[in-house]
């Protein structure tokens, strides 16, 4: 028997986010232990090369390498996800991506030198990158449109918890002497992605996607079980049923799609839109700060334990800050939330830059407590104030882009190309994500504070552009949405402007009370459009 409770599905299908999570923080928590530093170690110093401890660790290139391999699965991942997707379908697309998780896992927590480490991550990245583009995909085509927002941006919860829950387990793993210090973690992190493969079972399937392989009851029954509570006549389940009907209608003339399909000129504006939401999500600096905390933190005096346990409070507060953004996201709407987001954003990044470029200096070529990485010191209260920038920059995120980047780019695409235009936008979200984890590394050896500067100018760059392209989507269905960038009033390929878009309401739709007539007039228009 299907799960036909919309919340307890989305909990099942964010799991695949919290994957993500997991990865972060497995290798963020433990890239700094000496356990993982002598056992991958490079030199100059520690064994094999001599008895100095701390050991040097892998060289900063290839850390970054390891680092951004993940990414580099994912990016690939996120592609390929948009043909899984539409040939098997959301779910079963989300059940590869488990399997895969566990393989992944079984090299990287078996891994005998860096190669090895790095294709497990490799294999992990395909999972993250089917799952991120394809889990948003599964939740935003079964939810209504009042809620669609905090259970699409659940995954991004999923994330933060992830990232939280495999911090403590690497922490507590790090007092376990010798290479099961990694290892332990490395291999548990395994357990949600059997949990997610078992819950998929007993999920639907997305009625979109059965309504695009004209499996009309099937899509029915998945309706009247998720938004009629059994009933089939209920006046929502009517209502959507028919737009999806109407939208399928519509596209029939269309072949199935290719990638090329979202660069024509009627849809490169919504493609760009999608592919910049993750793109800024990456520029923001956000996950250099997730991955790399530890570097940054030693910069300002923390050693050991305080190390650790000081990194784990942006943890917390990631997940604390991301619940006023699920509980309010579809009141707030997108584009004030982001643009919020990105102001406070530049703020601490461009006060984190200045405090160091004021208060600190080059610790030399061996970095602070023999990191390269962190290559500049800061002492005192200047220090101080170093952490709590980065732990409000954290919160500033946490509550604007974290969910809002997974949230977005599903709502923007007609049904026919959204399984593919989310994996376009997704796989630009790891490509970013790839070059940032192999750049952030040398970036903080070479350039220093002044790579707080670059990350604080994307912030600037991201507000002006989100405020003046980026329209309203909160409360409105999938199919009205496309009436948006359709608006013969607005520009040609743009639609109605983005400054003019409002947060819609939708919940005396969802509850049956909504116009019939307007209702009747708009699958009229839609029917004459595809005639």
């Known amino acids: 028997m299907a799960v036909g ?7 099942i299908a964010v799991i695949g986010g919290g994957l993500f999570g997991f990865d972060i923080s497995s290798m963020s928590a433990i890239l700094g232990t000496n356990e993982y530093k002598c056992y991958f170690n490079q030199g100059p110093d520690g064994p094999p090369y001599n008895n100095i401890i701390p050991c040097s660790g892998p060289k900063a290139n ?65 999972c993250v990158g089917i799952c991120s583009a394809q889990v948003p ?46 290892r332990v973690p490395w291999g548990l992190q395994m357990i949600p992605a059997i949990i997610l493969f078992g819950g998929m079972m007993f999920l639907p399937e997305s009625p979109r996607w ?4 004209d499996r009309w009851e099937d899509c029915h029954a998945v309706l009247t079980l998720v938004h009629g509570h059994g009933d089939p006549n209920s006046p929502f389940v009517q209502r959507e ?106 703020t601490w990044l461009f006060a984190n830059g200045g405090i160091l470029k004021s208060y600190g200096h080059y610790a030399g070529p061996e970095g602070v407590d023999n990191t390269p990485e962190a290559s500049w010191s800061v002492v005192g209260p200047p220090s101080k104030a170093v952490i709590a920038c980065s732990y409000l920059f954290v919160a500033s995120y946490a509550i604007s882009f974290g969910p809002v980047s997974w949230i977005y780019p599903p709502e923007l695409y007609p049904l026919r ?28 050896e070479n350039i220093k504070w002044e790579t707080y500067m670059v990350f604080g100018t994307f912030c600037a760059a991201m507000f002006i552009h989100i405020f003046f392209l980026f329209p309203e989507t909160a409360g409105k269905t999938l199919e009205e949405v496309e009436d948006l960038f ?18 819609s309401n939708a919940s005396t739709l969802e509850h049956g009370d909504f116009d019939e007539e307007k209702l009747a007039a708009v699958h009229r228009e839609v029917r004459s459009d595809s005639e």
């Open 5 to 11: 409770n919309i919340y307890l599905i989305s909990a």
């Open 62 to 126: 290839v850390q970054g390498g390891i680092t951004a391999s993940m990414a580099g699965g994912s990016w690939l991942g996120a592609l390929i996800s948009g043909f899984f997707s539409d040939i098997l379908g959301r779910k079963k697309a989300i059940m590869i991506g488990s399997v895969l998780w566990c393989i992944g896992s079984i090299i990287v927590c078996a891994s005998q030198n860096i190669g090895m480490l790095i294709v497990g991550r490799i294999i992990n990245g395909l």
């Open 137 to 182: 995909v599964y939740i935003s085509e079964l939810a209504p449109p009042s809620k669609r927002g905090r259970l699409v941006g659940a995954q991004q919860w999923a994330i933060t918890w992830g990232i939280l829950i495999m911090f403590y387990i690497s922490y507590g793993s790090s007092f376990i002497n010798g290479a099961a210090a990694f």
């Open 210 to 213: 059965l309504a695009r392989k």
């Open 241 to 346: 049923f028919q737009d999806i009907k109407d939208m399928c209608e519509f596209e029939r003339n269309n072949a199935d799609v290719t990638y090329l399909e979202l660069l024509k000129p009627n849809m490169i504006n919504r493609t760009h839109i999608g592919v910049f939401t993750q793109i800024w999500s990456q520029l923001t600096g956000m996950n250099v700060m997730m991955y790399y905390i530890t570097y940054v933190f030693t910069m300002a005096g923390l050693t050991g334990n305080n190390l650790l346990v000081s990194s784990s409070i942006q943890y917390v507060i990631n997940v604390m800050m991301t619940i006023p953004a699920l509980i309010f996201v579809d009141r707030w709407g997108r584009r004030p939330t982001l643009l919020i987001g990105a102001l406070f954003m530049m």
């Open 417 to 444: 190309v959204r399984g593919k235009a989310v994996a376009l936008a997704t796989s630009a979200n790891w490509a970013f994500n790839f070059a940032l984890g192999y750049f952030v590394p040398p970036a903080f």
């Open 486 to 503: 359709t608006d013969p009033k607005g520009p040609k390929y743009i639609g109605t402007l983005a400054w003019k878009t409002r947060v």
